[in-house]
Nanobody
Framework: QVQLVESGGGLVQAGGSLRLSCVAS????????MGWYRQAPGKQRELVAR???????NYADSVKGRFTITGDNAKNMVYLQMNTLKPEDTAVYYC????????????????WGQGTQVTVSA
């Protein structure tokens, strides 16, 4: 069993900042990658940022230069620092992880957190 728990969402004004956190807990071999997705009402869920075990990162074009994803391997955590927030950043943000578990040790299984609401007012 693996659980992902997000925290750090909230309500901010445009131009403000938030930092989201996600921790993975349970029984697993290792984490291959972790990332953040978001979904606004009536829109598709989209990738925001992703980091793999080597430290390489990927960002959506809409957040590049404003958001930064970092990881803490020892704590099984990932963070998303969000600066210069815009109203269009308003969404539920979900933590995602690709995890090697004991029952399938030669591959990865995706897990999702419960989501945390980020609301940016104009």
């Amino acid at each position: 069993q693996v659980q992902l728990v997000e925290s750090g969402g909230g309500l901010v004004q445009a131009g403000g900042s938030l930092r989201l956190s996600c921790v993975a807990s349970g029984s697993f071999f290792s984490i291959n990658a972790m990332g953040w997705y978001r979904q606004a009402p009536g829109k598709q869920r989209e990738l925001v940022a992703r980091i793999i075990s080597t430290g390489s990162t990927n960002y959506a074009d809409s957040v590049k230069g404003r958001f930064t994803i970092t990881g803490d391997n020892a704590k099984n955590m990932v963070y998303l620092q969000m600066n210069t927030l815009k109203p269009e950043d308003t969404a539920v943000y979900y933590c995602n992880a690709d995890i090697r578990v004991y029952s399938f040790p030669r591959g990865g299984i995706e897990y999702w957190g419960q989501g945390t609401q980020v609301t940016v007012s104009a």
